[in-house]
Nanobody
Framework: QVQLVESGGGQVQPGGSLRLSCAAS????????MGWYRQAPGKQRELVAEILSGGSTTYAGSVKGRFTISREGIMKPVHLQMNNLKSEDTATYYCHAADLKTWLGDVENGVEYWGTGTLVAVSS
């Protein structure tokens, strides 16, 4: 089992910055991807950014150039630096981790984990 603990959410004005962190504990040696999803009220959960075990990163188009995902090292906490925040970034952000099978789409035989979520509210 893997536990994901998130921190860093809060309220910020448009144009401001926040940094989210996610620490994984437990059986984490087989994690292939870690990242962040978000879900706004009335909308589907969407990928924000992910970082693979080899260091490759992927971003949603809406956050490219504003958000940066990073990792301190293998099996270390993952951070999401969010700059120039906009009202449309308001959502609950969930840390996510999965093995290679899940990342490749074999969800029946793979494993994935979710954090409990942290709220990011962008308003003036």
């Amino acid at each position: 089992q893997v536990q994901l603990v998130e921190s860093g959410g809060g309220q910020v004005q448009p144009g401001g910055s926040l940094r989210l962190s996610c620490a994984a504990s437990g059986t984490i040696y087989n994690l292939y991807t870690m990242g962040w999803y978000r879900q706004a009220p009335g909308k589907q959960r969407e990928l924000v950014a992910e970082i693979l075990s080899g260091g490759s990163t992927t971003y949603a188009g809406s956050v490219k150039g504003r958000f940066t995902i990073s990792r301190e090292g293998i099996m270390k906490p993952v951070h999401l630096q969010m700059n120039n925040l906009k009202s449309e970034d308001t959502a609950t952000y969930y840390c996510h981790a999965a093995d290679l099978k899940t990342w490749l789409g074999d969800v029946e035989n793979g494993v994935e984990y979710w954090g409990t979520g942290t709220l990011v509210a962008v308003s003036s």
